[in-house]
């Protein structure tokens, strides 16, 4: 019923092949120079991934180069230096859509996944809603995916989570209405590891006339993604979460969509025409981009992806799945440790809690033992009402984890054993 989306899409990259290379993780760890610190005079064991990854030199350098020789203000200036920042500026679109399987002129530059979903809510949801209208996102939520339709006074209705953390996927599709305005669910949880079946929502969604914004914040460093083969309206996500800089990020929409909507933000760049008593718009996407944009945060972005790109999305999610397995059999076996979400197909991430121990406890005990790893809410507190938990400890991986980290993660949590019961 509720079948994963991402081998399917991890092949459609890939026709050809379906046993990836294996990943030289030793060679991709020496790409990341913050992994070679001592954490609390341990070895470093990130295990936050989902809250943010490293970024390796390649995106370091990107960012250090464009400073160095390109910095200007883009699409404004006829110098040389000015044509070389819109350049890269605007090849990083290309990049972008690309990475997406998108048009260029489809791609809006936003701070960021939460960013895009406020833009989505306010010039796609807002000016189309009528009292008592709604959107349908499912229980398993980041806040981001919540409170921007809240803002613009959208009714929000949540699909049931079942008890393996998958979705029910049967009444969310009852709950397709003619007051639903829009459907926004998450591709991958950043508490749960669910992979959402969004490929298959977005048809039955479609089927009764309704749009689809996916959030992918947590499945783009993951797996490979094509917003068309997907058939989503919407798609957002976050360089930061995909080895790029932090205050980066784009929305996808169709460009009839694009088209169709009013501009957010006024100011300079998203304008054609101004007088006082009347303003015209430039194209789209500029329309959404007024001011001064994050121009090396779009220049970094395009080098964490092609980056990645080069690394192979299929390699990755082989690795990373392979991660997976061991970590949580590892795990499993602590006594009084109960994993929260293990759908099947699941990304790699593990949530848990230990019935001795607060999560915030355990995070502090890891935290001594050089283990990085997120403890709370994780922004869905929806999720944390549904299990009857405070929170979790979480910990989520990246492709520069090794064998290494799940040995000290182990090592980490007997320690808690010993200390806290
Ligand atoms: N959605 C999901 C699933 C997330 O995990 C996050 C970040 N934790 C966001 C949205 C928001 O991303 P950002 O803070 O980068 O805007």
Redesign the pocket.
């Known amino acids: 019923m509720n079948q994963p989306e991402r081998v399917p899409t991890t092949l459609t990259r890939v026709p050809n092949r379906t046993v990836p290379p294996p990943l030289d993780v030793v060679a991709i760890r020496a790409q990341f120079p913050i992994l070679a610190q001592l954490s609390r005079g341990k070895r470093l064991a990130y295990l936050d991934n989902?809250?943010?990854t490293q970024k390796p030199e390649a995106v370091i350098q990107a960012l250090d180069h464009y400073y160095r020789h390109d910095n200007a203000n883009v699409h404004r200036g006829l110098y040389e230096l000015a044509e070389r920042a819109t350049g890269a500026y605007e090849r990083a679109r290309e990049v972008i859509a690309r990475f997406l399987g998108a048009q260029h002129d489809e791609i809006v530059y936003t701070?960021?996944?939460?960013?895009?979903?406020n833009l989505v809510a306010r010039c796609y949801v807002q000016p189309r809603l009528e009292p008592g209208d709604e959107v349908l996102v499912t229980g398993m939520?980041?806040h981001?995916?919540i409170v921007p339709w809240q803002l613009v006074g959208a009714k929000v209705v949540a699909a049931p989570v079942l008890d393996d953390g998958a979705l029910d996927l049967a009444a969310w599709k009852k709950l397709l209405n003619p007051r639903v305005k829009l459907a926004a669910v998450?591709q991958?949880?950043?508490t749960l590891g669910t992979v959402n079946p969004v490929a298959e929502m977005v048809r039955a969604a479609h089927a009764r006339g309704i749009p689809v914004f996916v959030?992918g914040?947590?499945a783009v460093a993951h797996m490979a993604v094509d917003v068309k083969a997907m058939g989503a309206d919407f798609y957002?996500f976050?360089a930061?979460?995909v080895y790029g800089p932090?205050g980066f990020?784009a929305l996808y929409a169709k460009r009839e969509l694009l088209e169709a909507m009013p501009p957010w933000h006024g100011g300079g760049d998203m304008i054609r025409t101004v007088t006082f008593e009347h303003s015209t718009w430039n194209d789209v996407p500029y329309k959404f981009e007024a001011g001064t944009p994050d121009i090396a945060g779009a220049v970094g972005t395009a080098a964490a992806l092609e980056w990645l790109e080069a690394v192979g999305l299929d390699a990755v999610h082989a690795h990373e799945t392979a991660l997976l397995d061991e970590a949580t059999r590892r795990v499993a076996k602590i006594p009084g440790l109960r994993i929260i979400g293990t759908a099947p197909g699941k990304a790699a991430i593990i949530s848990f809690v230990m019935d001795s121990a607060h999560p915030q406890d355990v995070g502090d005990v890891l935290n001594m033992e050089g283990v990085a790893v997120r403890t709370g809410h994780?922004?869905t507190m929806p999720v944390m009402a549904r299990f009857c938990i405070p929170g979790t400890v979480r910990a989520s991986f990246g492709v520069y984890n090794d064998a290494a980290d799940i040995d000290q993660l182990e090592h980490a949590l007997q320690t808690v054993k010993r200390l806290l019961g």
């Open positions: 989902s809250a943010t701070r960021g996944t939460t960013e895009a979903i939520e980041h981001s995916n998450v991958v949880s950043n959030d914040a947590q957002a976050s930061h979460k932090t990020g994780h922004c």
